[in-house]
C-alpha cells in the first residue's frame, strides 16, 4: 500500500484549494496564486493547522475521558452538564481561559515567562507530525523519527524550567528543579528501553517498527523494556505517582503556580498532549500500533478507518491505564524518585537490552517461535 | 580625533543609504515597470486595509455581537474556584466536592493558585489578621473575577460579628456577587449559589 | 485528705510559697502560691510530684488583680492538679514555667497577649495570635466590644 | 530560603502559615504561625449565656463540634453544680464518638489527599456524610450541632435511630479494611510515611503533646480510660497504641481508634435502646432554656441565687485532650472560660518533628498531627 501521509493530503488539498481559486479569478491574481511557493507554503500551513486540530480535539477529548473515569474511580460523575455528559467542558473551559486576563508579575521575567509555556505547547504539539497513526495515514515519513519524536520528547524540562524560573515564585523554582531533575533521570531508561526495541526491529522508522509487530508484538518478548518504559512515560509525563513537580499539596501549582489564563491553558494542554504522545509511543513500540492479531477476523480490520480506529482505541486503553494508577497510588518523594530512576530504571532496562540483544542473537522468541526478520 | 570628553550618543543614527521598506517603486500609472512589481505594490496597500478591516472586525465580536454570548458561555460554565479554607463552611465547600453533591459536574473544578481562579469562595471567618492576605488574593485574580460570600460570617460576621478581630461581613474589602446564608450553608446551598452566580453572569452578559 | 498529703509533700522545696491547697471542682486540688517564687513550685510539682505535663496556661483578670493558673497532669496519679497565683500591681509578671515544662511557651505567649500578663524570661516571646503591631489586650475587663451600629440588639430577656 | 506556606496553601486546610526554612529541599528550620482564625470566642463568651456559648464551641473546632461542646458543657456543669441525668451521659458518649469517626474520617481524607492519593479523599467524604446524616436526624445539623445543654441534652434520638445507626457501623467497619488496602497496601504509601515526622515519647510529654500523636509514641494515654468522664467507665474499648511514633504510627492508631469509636458506639446503642428515661434535668432554672423550668418569678429568682464556682473538665477530644475553664461569679454569664485546644499544643511542638526531613514531607508530617485551626485560634 502506497504510504500517504498527512502532508501529502495537505499538499493535495492546497493545490486543489489554489489551482481551482487561480482557475476563476483573472490573469494577474492567477499567476499570483499558482506558484509552487505558495502552494507549499500554504500546504505546511494546512498540515499544521490539521495537526493542531485533530491534536487539540483528541487533547480536549483525553482529558474529559480522564474527568470522567477518575470521576467513576471515586464515585462521583464527573463533568456532566455541559454538553451531553460533560462533553463540552472542557471546551468551555478552554474558551474562559482564553479570554482571561494575562497577567505576568511585575518581578517575572518577560521573555522567559512568554515564551516558556509557549515552546512547551509547539515542541508537545510537534510530536505529532511524527507519529504515525495508521497504514496511509502516517502524518510524516522520516526513517529517524523515533529518535526525533524522543529528542523533542526530551525538550521539556528545558522549557518547564525556564518558565518556572523566570516566573520568580518559589514554588515555581522548586517545582521547576524537581521537574528539570525527575525529568533528566527518566530519560535515561526510556531510551534504553527503546534501545531494546530499536535492536529487536532493527529500525529507527516508527512505521517499519508497527510493520514488524503484524505477528507479534513486542510487549511480549520486551516484558521488561515494556516495563520501564511506562514507569518512565508516567514520569515523563508528570502524573501520579511522578507528579512532583505539581504536587498540590507541598508546592500550590508546582511550577505552573503563577500562570493564569491562556499560558495556563498551554501547559495544561501539552500535559495532556504529552500524555497522549506516551500513550500513542506505548502503543506504538509495544502493543502493535494499528496491527491487529491474524486471528483476529478480517471484517474487524477491513472497514473503512479501521486502521485508525483500533490505534486509537488502544491509545485510550493505555490512558485509561495511567488514569487508573491516578487514581490509586500516592505521590512518591522527589529522593525516593531519583533513586528508583538511577538505581532501579538504568539496571532494569540495561538488563532489557541485553535480553532484546540476546532474542536477536537467536532469533527465536520463546512463545511465539522462530520468526523470520527479526532483528532487522 | 583626540577628544577626550565622554562621546555622547548621537540621538539619531545615521541613515542607512536607502530604507528597507521604501524602494523606488514608481507609482502605478508612472512609467512602465515590471508586471510582478506591481502586485508587489498592490499587495503591500492591500495588507494594511486588510489588517484594519479584520481588526475591526474582532473589535466588533468581541465587543457583544458574535463571540460574546459563545464566551459568556464558556465562562459560566467553568468556574474555577479558588482552593483555601477559612473556618466552619471550608469543611462543607469540601463536603460539595465529595462525593454526594460533586461540584464538578457543573464544570467547578478548585485550583490552588489564584493565578487559575475565576471565582474566590470566601468559606468562613474572615479576621482582620487574613484581610489583607484575602485582599491580596483577590488582586492575584486575573479579571473577570467573583466573590461568593459563603455562610454567615463572611456576609456579616456571624456569630462572631462583636468579636475584636473579626470583619463584619467580606464585602467591606472585596465586592460580593453573591451571598449564602447559613451557619453554616449546606452543600446544596454552595452549588445553588455557583447556580446563583451562572444565572448572574449570564443575564450581565458579561 | 489528699489537699494535706500535696501540701506536705511540697513542703520540702516549695513551702514557704505556698499559701493554700485548696479542692477544687474537677481537680485534685488548687495550689495557691506566691509569685515570687512561681520557679520553686513548678520544679517541686513537676519532680517531686511527678506533674510532668503541662496542660494549660491562662489568665484572669480580676479587674483589682490578675490570675496566672496552671493546670498540671500526673501519669502516675492519672490526676490534674491546678496551680494558681494572684498578680498585683500595674505591671503584673511571674516567671516563665518553660524550663520546667517546655510546653508553656505558646500557652504563657497567649496569656500575656489576651490578659497583659508579662512573662519574665520567656524565650520567644512575640504576638501569637493577633497582628504583631496589636496594641490591646483583649481580654481584659476594661476592654469593652462594641457592637457594631446595626447591631442594636441590647435587650435580652431573662 | 524562608518560604511562606500559607494561609492559603493546599497543605493547610485551614488558615495558617508555615514558614519554613529549607535549604535545597532539606528543612532546617519552621515557624508556624496562627491567629488568622481568632475569632475571641473566649471574649465573647464573657457576654454570652451559658446556653449560647455552645453555639461558639461548635465554630471552635468545626470537625468535633459535639465533642467540643461536650468539653464546654462539662466544667459549666462542674461551675454551676449541675447534674444531666444518665441517659444524656449516654448519648453525650454516643455523640462524642461518632463525632470521633467523622473527625477521623475527615482526616483520613485529608491526610492521604496530601500524599497525593485522590479517591480515597472522595471515599472519606462519602463516608462521613452518613454518619453526618446520622448527627442530622436527632440534632438537625451537619457540623454545627448545639446539642448539649447545660444539665443535659436538647432532645432525644428519635425512633429508628438506633437501627439506622447500627447499619452505618457496620458500613463503616467494612469501609475501614478498605481503607487500610489503600494505604497500608501500597509500598509508595510505607516508603514515604516509615520513619518520618518521629516525637518520642519523653519529648511528647514535655511538649505537652497528647492525643492520637502521643498514643502513636507508646503511652497508652486516653482520659477516657484514665479519668473516666460521662459513663466512659461503663463501656468496654481498648486504647489504640503504637510504638514507632512517627506518621504510619499516627496513622495506625487512629484507624484503630476508629474501630474502638465503632464497639463504643454499638455498645451505647444497646444500653439506650433499653433504658428509656429524661434527657435533660429537672428543676433547671428557665435562663438555661430547660423548657419544663418554672415559670415567672421563680427563674429568675434562680438565676440571682446560683452558687459561685468554678469549673473544669477534660475530654478526649478526637485531636487530643480538650479541657476547658468555666469561672461562674453568680451572674447570667461566664466571668472567664478558657479552653486548652489539644491542636494548639501538638502544633506548637511543630520544631521538634519537622527539622530535617524534606519539603515534601510537610504535608504527611502536618497531615498526621491533624490541624484544626478553629481551634487552635478560638
Known amino acids: 500500500m502506497s504510504n500517504v501521509t498527512l502532508f501529502d493530503v495537505a499538499n493535495g488539498l492546497a493545490t486543489l484549494l489554489l489551482t481551482g481559486l487561480g482557475s476563476i479569478l483573472p490573469q494577474p491574481l492567477h499567476g499570483w496564486l499558482i506558484n509552487p511557493n505558495l502552494i507549499f507554503a500554504l500546504a505546511a500551513t494546512l498540515f499544521g493547522a490539521i495537526l493542531l486540530g485533530a491534536s487539540m480535539i483528541n487533547t480536549i477529548m483525553l482529558i474529559w475521558f480522564e474527568r470522567k473515569m477518575l470521576g467513576r474511580f471515586m464515585d462521583r460523575r464527573g463533568a456532566m452538564h455541559v454538553g451531553y455528559a460533560g462533553l463540552l467542558q472542557n471546551f468551555a473551559d478552554g474558551l474562559k481561559l482564553f479570554r482571561k486576563h494575562t497577567l505576568r508579575p511585575r518581578e517575572a521575567d518577560s521573555l522567559g ?181 491474524s486471528y483476529v477476523p478480517s471484517a474487524l480490520t477491513s ?66 517461535g522462530c520468526v523470520p526478520g527479526l532483528g532487522g | ?93 469540601a463536603a460539595a466536592f465529595g462525593a454526594r453533591w460533586d461540584a464538578e459536574r457543573f464544570g467547578v473544578v478548585p485550583r490552588s493558585s489564584p493565578r487559575q481562579c475565576d471565582l474566590l469562595i470566601v468559606n468562613g471567618t474572615v479576621t482582620w489578621k487574613v484581610a489583607h492576605k484575602l485582599i491580596t488574593l483577590y488582586e492575584q485574580m486575573p479579571e473577570p473575577k467573583w466573590v461568593i460570600a459563603m455562610g454567615n460570617c463572611a456576609t456579616g460576621g456571624g456569630p462572631f460579628r462583636t468579636a475584636y478581630s473579626v470583619v463584619p461581613g467580606v464585602d467591606k474589602l472585596v465586592p460580593v456577587d453573591i451571598y449564602i446564608a447559613g451557619c453554616p450553608p449546606r452543600p446544596e446551598a454552595l452549588l445553588d449559589g455557583i447556580l446563583q452566580l451562572e444565572e448572574l453572569i449570564r443575564r450581565r452578559g458579561e | 485528705m489528699a489537699t494535706d498529703d500535696l501540701a506536705t509533700q511540697l513542703a520540702p522545696r516549695a513551702g514557704a510559697n505556698i499559701l493554700a491547697v485548696e479542692p477544687f471542682q474537677g481537680l485534685t486540688a488548687r495550689v495557691r502560691f506566691r509569685p515570687e517564687g512561681a520557679l520553686d513550685v513548678f520544679r517541686a510539682v513537676h519532680d517531686d510530684l511527678g506533674y510532668d505535663h503541662l496542660s494549660m496556661v491562662g489568665a484572669i483578670d480580676w479587674v483589682d488583680h490578675r490570675e496566672v493558673f496552671y493546670i498540671v497532669w500526673s501519669d502516675v496519679t492519672k490526676q490534674y492538679l491546678g496551680l494558681s497565683a494572684d498578680l498585683t500591681g500595674d505591671a503584673p509578671h511571674i516567671e516563665s514555667a518553660t524550663p520546667v515544662w517546655p510546653s508553656a511557651n505558646w500557652h504563657e505567649r497567649e496569656a500575656w497577649e489576651l490578659v497583659g500578663v508579662a512573662f519574665d524570661h520567656h524565650p520567644d516571646m512575640r504576638h501569637l495570635l493577633m497582628p504583631d503591631d496589636y496594641a490591646f489586650h483583649p481580654l481584659l475587663r476594661s476592654f469593652k466590644l462594641h457592637e457594631p451600629e446595626e447591631l442594636e440588639v441590647k435587650s435580652r430577656s431573662v | 530560603m524562608w518560604v511562606n506556606m500559607g494561609p492559603q496553601h493546599p497543605m493547610t486546610h485551614g488558615l495558617w502559615n508555615l514558614r519554613v526554612k529549607i535549604d535545597g529541599e532539606l528543612i532546617v528550620d519552621v515557624d508556624p504561625e496562627v491567629g488568622y482564625l481568632h475569632r475571641g470566642i473566649e471574649k465573647i463568651s464573657e457576654d454570652r449565656h451559658y446556653n449560647e456559648i455552645i453555639t461558639l464551641m461548635d465554630r471552635c473546632c468545626y470537625v468535633a463540634g459535639i465533642a467540643w461542646e461536650h468539653v464546654y458543657i462539662g466544667a459549666a456543669e462542674n461551675a454551676l453544680h449541675i447534674t444531666a441525668p444518665e441517659r444524656a451521659q449516654w448519648l453525650r458518649v454516643m455523640c462524642d464518638e461518632l463525632q470521633r469517626l467523622a473527625s477521623h474520617i475527615m482526616w483520613y481524607a485529608a491526610f492521604v489527599q496530601d500524599l497525593g492519593l485522590m479517591s480515597p479523599f472522595l471515599y472519606g467524604m462519602r463516608d462521613r456524610d452518613l454518619i453526618l446524616d446520622l448527627f442530622q436526624s ?43 488496602r489503600l494505604c497500608l497496601g501500597s509500598e509508595i504509601f510505607r516508603r514515604r510515611c516509615d520513619g518520618l515526622g518521629v516525637l518520642k515519647a519523653k519529648e511528647c510529654v514535655d511538649l505537652g503533646v497528647t492525643g492520637p500523636m502521643l498514643r502513636s509514641a507508646g503511652v497508652a494515654r486516653d482520659l477516657r480510660k484514665d479519668r473516666p468522664y460521662a459513663v466512659y467507665d461503663r463501656v468496654e474499648f481498648d486504647v489504640a497504641k503504637a510504638d514507632a511514633a512517627d506518621v504510619t504510627a499516627r496513622y495506625l492508631v487512629r484507624m484503630e481508634e476508629m474501630r474502638q469509636s465503632v464497639r463504643i458506639v454499638r455498645q451505647t446503642l444497646d444500653w439506650l435502646d433499653h433504658h428509656p428515661g429524661p434527657v435533660l434535668a429537672d428543676h433547671l432554672p428557665r435562663w438555661l432554656g430547660a423548657p419544663y423550668a418554672p415559670m415567672g418569678n421563680e427563674g429568675y429568682l434562680l438565676k ?54 524534606r519539603v515534601a514531607d510537610i504535608p504527611p508530617i502536618m497531615g498526621s498531627v491533624d490541624i484544626c485551626v478553629g481551634e487552635v485560634d478560638r
Open chain 2, 1 to 93: 580625533m583626540s577628544s577626550p570628553a565622554p562621546a555622547v550618543a548621537s540621538p539619531v543614527p545615521p541613515k542607512s543609504a536607502a530604507p528597507l521598506l521604501e524602494t523606488e517603486i514608481p507609482l502605478v500609472n508612472g512609467p512602465a515597470v515590471p508586471y510582478v512589481e506591481i502586485e508587489t505594490l498592490r499587495a503591500r496597500e492591500f495588507i494594511p486595509q486588510a489588517k484594519e478591516a479584520l481588526s475591526s472586525l474582532l473589535r466588533e465580536q468581541m465587543e457583544g455581537k458574535l463571540l460574546r454570548p459563545v464566551f459568556n458561555w464558556a465562562g459560566r460554565n467553568s468556574l474555577f474556584p479558588l482552593h483555601w479554607g477559612l473556618a466552619c463552611c471550608a469543611i462543607e465547600f
Open chain 1, 113 to 293: 515567562f512568554y515564551a516558556g509555556p509557549t515552546a512547551y505547547m509547539v515542541t508537545s504539539v510537534l510530536i505529532f507530525g511524527i507519529l504515525p497513526i495508521s497504514t496511509g495515514w502516517s502524518s510524516g515519513v522520516l526513517p529517524l523519527s523515533l529518535l526525533l519524536a524522543l529528542a523533542i520528547f526530551s525538550f521539556a524540562p528545558l522549557f518547564i524550567f525556564i518558565s518556572a524560573w523566570s516566573s520568580n515564585n518559589k514554588y515555581s523554582l522548586l517545582g521547576g528543579m524537581r521537574s528539570a531533575a525527575q525529568m533528566i533521570a527518566y530519560e535515561v531508561p526510556i531510551l534504553l528501553a527503546v534501545v531494546a526495541v530499536i535492536l529487536v526491529s532493527g529500525s529507527f522508522d516508527l512505521t517499519t517498527i508497527v510493520n514488524l509487530q503484524q505477528n507479534y508484538w513486542f510487549w511480549g518478548p520486551l516484558f521488561l523494556a515494556l516495563l520501564v518504559f511506562v514507569v518512565g512515560m508516567l514520569a515523563e509525563m508528570e502524573r501520579i505517582p511522578f507528579d512532583l513537580p505539581e504536587a498540590e499539596a507541598e508546592l500550590v501549582e508546582g511550577w505552573n503556580t503563577e500562570y493564569g489564563g491562556m499560558l495556563f491553558a498551554f501547559f495544561m494542554l501539552a500535559d495532556y498532549v504529552r500524555a497522549l504522545v506516551g500513550s500513542i509511543l506505548v502503543v506504538l513500540l509495544f502493543l502493535g500500533g494499528w496491527t491487529l492479531p
Open chain 1, 303 to 368: 472497514f473503512p478507518l479501521a486502521g485508525i480506529f483500533w490505534f486509537m482505541l488502544k491509545t485510550y486503553i493505555v490512558f485509561g491505564v495511567f488514569v487508573w494508577i491516578r487514581a490509586s497510588l500516592p505521590r512518591v518523594r522527589t529522593d525516593q524518585l531519583l533513586k528508583v530512576g538511577w538505581m532501579r530504571m538504568i539496571p532494569l532496562s540495561l538488563l532489557s537490552v541485553v535480553l532484546a540483544a540476546m532474542l536477536v542473537l537467536v532469533r527465536c522468541l520463546p512463545v511465539f
Open chain 4, 304 to 357: 440571682r441565687n446560683f452558687p459561685r464556682g468554678t469549673g473544669f473538665a477534660a475530654v478526649e477530644e478526637p485531636h487530643g485532650e480538650a479541657q476547658a475553664y468555666v469561672v461562674n461569679t453568680g451572674g447570667e454569664h461566664p466571668y472567664r472560660t478558657k479552653f486548652r485546644s489539644p491542636v494548639f499544643v501538638n502544633l506548637s511542638a511543630a520544631k521538634h518533628y519537622m527539622i530535617g526531613y
Open chain 4, 138 to 180: 436527632f440534632t438537625g445539623g451537619r457540623l454545627t450541632y448545639e446539642y448539649n445543654r447545660v444539665g443535659g441534652v436538647r432532645n432525644d434520638v428519635p425512633s429508628g435511630f438506633t437501627d439506622r445507626c447500627r447499619k452505618v457501623m457496620d458500613w463503616l467497619m467494612d469501609r475501614f479494611v478498605e481503607y487500610d
